[in-house]
């Protein structure tokens, strides 16, 4: 038994000393529940999976909306050591076909409206999916009903197995090359990111929790896992709403949240937004990107402290906050390392630099990821001598705030999402009419950046609409080119590599609204 670290049993012992306290509140099933509510129906997906032959260690992805029955997906299963796979569900089938058989996932929960894809998926084979369960009706004749499968099934506590170094998700993030890397993290590495989370973050024990990003990014998934650590209620927006954002502020007394710059910048437009009161909001978090000074003093005008955070999937979430006065005080930086963690910044060979010099960006902590899955070699090349290199830059002060300043790699941040040029170029290059092609993002007003395709064509009579019609169908929506823009020569340095500077130099935006 290994309980003292098992993330899974983290739910079971809120069940045991709060078993009364509201856990989550589901908006979109208007369903609100305790933590022995959830704990029970957790254990019963768990004893179900278990009745499929699914062993320890087993994948078992997920391709479901926000709610209910994502948090039991996850604490279930980790009890005995089965292996979450969030999935993006913005992907198309071909993208997360990639996913499945890359991760080996035996078994797929997945929501009906998803149903189409599933059924595609399927017909395409190539996978070890072997149990399809699906969230809703009008499921496929193929798949398990989720609540059939839990129906029945004992609200016991299952075996708790895993040992703190086994692993626990697997969150697939694009790389540079375009094919997305799984990143590991275990029962150990989970734990010590909520502990440096409770340890650095304003989080109270009976705080009420505003879940907005999806929960297949780490950005919801962390601050969920530490909301049931803490004890605190969640409320639960199965995808985002400005204006229901501000109503559930107001109407759920919520004290903290997390959003994204683009997600801020839309509450912002609600027209009626003044009309909300919310004295008991503390603050709300922003990651992902760096947010603009003038949304946080927009936010400030209204009584709301924007308290901004940068971290990354590779490191559970946390890497560096700030928070209260400070947040005011120095209006644009992302502050100060977490407590149980560290962070330099260094220089092209490692050393590290003095105040006030830009460079990259390493962490080192006990919650930084395991591996890539199936990857020892971008492993050995992100993780050197315990030190995680995030390819981000950035200066620090004499105090140790950081300022995020750019990225050494060409990652565009639209909307929250990461997206990478080089699976946009790789798309771009398999039409017969291009001969050259290069992806840079542009500033977004809506989306913080947006995707611009720099294309030189091989055919005369290429044109901007059929190579958006060429990239509909094989990358998911968010990832696709606001707009094309054709050119002689795409600038190279001698190497071949692409000069992006000079690009972003030339085609510098905006992006069309």
């Not at 060409?410 to 771009?428: H, Q, T």
């Amino acid at each position: 038994m290994h309980k003292d670290m098992n993330v899974g049993h983290f739910l079971s012992a809120r069940a045991r000393l709060n078993p009364d306290r509201e856990l989550v509140y589901d908006v979109h099933a208007e369903r609100r529940m305790t933590y022995s509510d959830l704990n029970g129906r957790a254990n019963q997906l768990c004893h179900a999976l278990g009745d499929l032959d699914l062993e320890p260690g087993d994948r078992v992805a997920v391709l479901a909306f926000n709610g209910h029955q994502f948090l039991e997906s996850f604490f279930g299963p980790a009890k005995p050591g089965f292996v979450l796979m969030p999935l993006n569900w913005r992907l198309t089938a071909d993208e997360l076909a990639f996913i499945l058989r890359d991760g080996g996932a035996r078994a797929l929960i997945f929501d009906a409206q998803f149903a189409p894809v599933v059924q595609e998926l399927r017909a395409g084979g190539g996978t070890d999916i072997e149990h399809w369960i699906g969230i809703g009706d009008d499921l496929p004749a193929f798949a398990h009903s989720y609540e059939a499968l839990l129906a029945g099934q004992p609200t016991t506590e299952p075996d708790v197995v895993a040992a703190p170094s086994d692993n626990l998700f697997i969150m697939y993030t694009s790389g540079t090359t375009g094919l997305p890397k799984g990143v590991v993290h275990t029962h150990e590495t989970v734990f010590w990111a909520l502990l440096t989370m409770v340890n650095t973050g304003d989080i109270r024990g009976e705080d009420r929790y505003l879940l907005l990003l999806p929960l297949f990014h780490v950005g919801a998934l962390t601050p969920a896992v530490g909301a049931v650590y803490r004890g605190n209620s969640i409320v639960v927006q199965r995808d985002f709403d400005p204006r229901r954002t501000w109503e559930l502020l107001e109407s759920e007394v919520i004290n903290t949240s997390l959003a994204v710059p683009a997600m801020l910048n839309f509450m912002l437009q609600v027209p009626d937004r003044e009309s909300f009161s919310f004295p008991q909001l503390r603050n709300i978090i922003c990651g992902a990107a760096p947010v603009p000074v003038a949304t946080i003093n927009a936010y400030i005008d209204l009584g709301v402290e924007i308290h901004q955070v940068y971290g990354l999937t590779e490191s559970c979430g946390p890497a560096c906050l700030i928070i209260g006065e400070e947040s005011l005080a120095r209006v644009g930086s992302a502050g100060r390392s977490f407590f149980h963690t560290e962070l330099r910044i260094v220089d092209e060979a490692g050393r590290e630099l003095p105040p006030g010099e830009a460079g990259e960006i390493v962490i080192r902590g006990r919650h930084v990821m395991k591996e890539y899955w199936n990857r020892p070699d971008a492993t050995a090349e992100t993780l050197r001598d315990d030190w995680l290199y995030t390819g981000d830059i950035a200066v620090m002060d004499p105090e140790g705030f950081v300022t995020i300043c750019d990225r050494k790699k060409d990652m565009i941040i639209s909307g929250g999402e990461n997206v990478y040029p080089a699976e946009i170029e790789g798309v771009l290059m398999r039409h017969d009419g291009v001969a050259d092609a290069a992806v840079i993002g542009q500033p977004s007003e809506r989306w913080g950046e947006s995707p611009l395709a720099i294309v030189v064509a091989a055919d005369a009579e290429l044109n901007e609409d059929a190579v958006l019609a060429h990239c509909r169908d094989k990358l998911a929506r968010y990832k696709q080119p606001s707009q094309v823009v054709f050119t002689d020569a795409i600038p190279r340095n001698p190497s071949g590599k692409i000069l992006k500077r000079v690009l972003r130099d030339t085609f510098a935006g905006p992006a069309p609204a």
